[in-house]
């Protein structure tokens, strides 16, 4: 976007935002107590508001209106946009408004409630985590992958994966999950461990403006936000794992006191416990070396590094297994057993969860519904994009039988669907008309056949995953279990 000499073009904007982030990035990384006072100046610089309204204009909720009635892809002019927002933010005048609330169903029943920012907040918390990654991101730990850059889902499960080899022997999963994680932080506790990084006043009063800007719902009430960070915001990842991250930073200090690995094999064989935690978001594992008496003893523990921040454990949802059991953990089911090629070995084997499963054919069940779609070629773009997403997640897993059964799944579903649309044609006509070759085909649109996608195994990176900020040095490699 080029609008005229006082704003940069993007590319310029997007060189002179990586600079000035990795600045940040190293000064933090260098400095783990060093406080950064002079922030608010680059909240408001032309060049990361560009940025800042080019990632809220890409996010995939932007032709979503807020409280306000507008989209940012309704908006006509992002010059004078931007202008008036930079002018409103360097006046102070520049204040949040209440988020409107929207309920989404559950795959257990339950309602999610998010919250949906207007444009000019959505634009602001957009240029306040382009300011708050880089420094942040020097203090998280490695063992958190959910909402941080250049890391991803499977990064976790390969993790797991990785402890969980007979090898190293941990065997006890203690499998939490937080209740109402984003609904329930603790604003005090939250902006305490902010205040440790950022000093600007400027920045936390912003910040704090946000938590408490309130909740529009969906009967047109004003609530108040006394606690949490409404689920939808630009913002709230990162706020989330800021808190979080007392998570982080108990169960690694613990696995620093251990000492090298000598001593750590020494307690091992005093018959002491070790734990290795693994975070995604709000969900997490404690892999534990140990017995489960070891690993039972968790509950209270987390419980109490939780409840500083106003966070406490899900009952229905935390609980403690055997791998040789396996659980499901971000869609995945993880279990040990015997190993297929190697007679008396056992291996760590993950597939797609029997839920991930079904929560695919329920959607597919509902494309392919005859009431739906006004062509044939109207299905299959949908059915694609929905096929291709849901085999790029899984086909770091023992998915091949998976995606062989979805495949005839939605082979028979688009089948019917023909047959009810086209009632009274024979198999024979459909087959010449609409199944050329042996592929479902509409013009140029054919059928996406999951059966085709290779399964490969996803190499696992531990600490040695960069940032996008890394400037000619390499992560510390991943400690030996």
Not at 276 to 296: P, Q, S, T
Request: net charge positive; with cysteine.
């Amino acid at each position: 976007m080029n609008t005229g000499a006082r704003w940069p073009t993007l590319p310029e904007a997007e060189a002179k935002v990586l600079a000035t982030q990795q600045k940040l990035h190293q000064w933090a990384k260098a400095d783990s107590d060093r406080q950064f006072v002079d922030l608010f100046n680059l909240v408001h610089d032309p060049a990361l508001l560009v940025i800042a309204w080019n990632r809220v204009l890409r996010n995939k909720g932007a032709r979503t209106a807020g409280p306000d009635g507008r989209s940012p892809r309704s908006i006509e002019d992002p010059a004078a946009f931007l202008a008036e927002l930079r002018e409103d933010l360097k006046a102070r005048r520049f204040k949040p408004t209440p988020v409107r609330q929207k309920t989404i169903p559950k795959a257990n029943g339950k309602l999610r409630k998010l919250g949906i920012p207007d444009v000019d907040d959505r634009v602001v918390q957009a240029a306040l985590k382009l300011v708050m990654e880089p420094i942040f991101e020097a203090d998280f730990k490695p063992c958190s992958y959910g909402f941080r850059p250049m890391r991803r889902a499977q990064d976790a499960i390969a993790e797991i994966h990785y402890f969980g080899t007979p090898t190293r022997k941990y065997e006890w999963v203690f499998e939490a999950d937080i209740e109402a994680c984003f609904d329930n932080i603790d604003h005090g506790a939250l902006m305490s461990r902010i205040r440790r990084r950022i000093g600007d006043k400027r920045v936390l009063v912003l910040i704090k403006a946000f938590l408490r800007a309130g909740i529009l719902t969906e009967k047109g009430l004003n609530r108040k936000t006394i606690t949490g960070t409404p689920q939808g915001g630009v913002l709230s990842p990162l706020l989330a794992n800021i808190a979080l991250s007392v998570l982080d930073e108990h169960f690694t200090r613990k696995w620093e006191e251990l000492g090298p690995s000598w001593t750590r094999a020494k307690h091992r064989r005093n018959g002491g416990a070790v734990c290795r935690i693994v975070r995604y978001a709000d969900d997490f594992v404690v892999m534990v070396n140990g017995k489960r008496d070891d690993a039972e003893a968790l509950r209270e523990e987390v419980t109490a590094v939780l409840a500083p921040i106003g966070l406490r454990l899900s009952d229905e949802k935390t609980k403690v297994c055997h791998i040789d059991e396996g659980f499901d953990f971000l869609g995945f089911h993880i279990q040990r057993r015997a190993w297929r090629s190697r007679e008396g070995k056992q291996a760590v084997y993950t597939y797609p969860s029997k839920k991930a499963l079904l929560t695919l054919l329920a959607k597919l069940r509902s494309l392919t519904r005859r009431s739906k779609h006004r062509s044939l070629g109207d299905l299959l773009k949908a059915v694609n994009k929905v096929l291709q997403g849901w085999c790029n997640y899984f086909k770091y897993g023992v998915s091949g039988r998976t995606f062989s059964y979805v495949s005839y799944y939605i082979w028979w579903r688009i089948v019917n669907w023909l047959r009810k649309r086209h009632d009274g044609l024979r198999w024979d006509t459909l087959r010449k008309r609409c199944y050329p070759a042996g592929k479902f085909r509409d013009g140029n649109v054919e059928l996406f056949d999951p059966a085709t996608v290779s399964v490969t195994r996803y190499r696992y990176r531990g600490a040695r995953i960069p940032t996008p900020w890394t400037i000619n040095d390499t992560e510390t490699a991943a400690a030996t279990a």
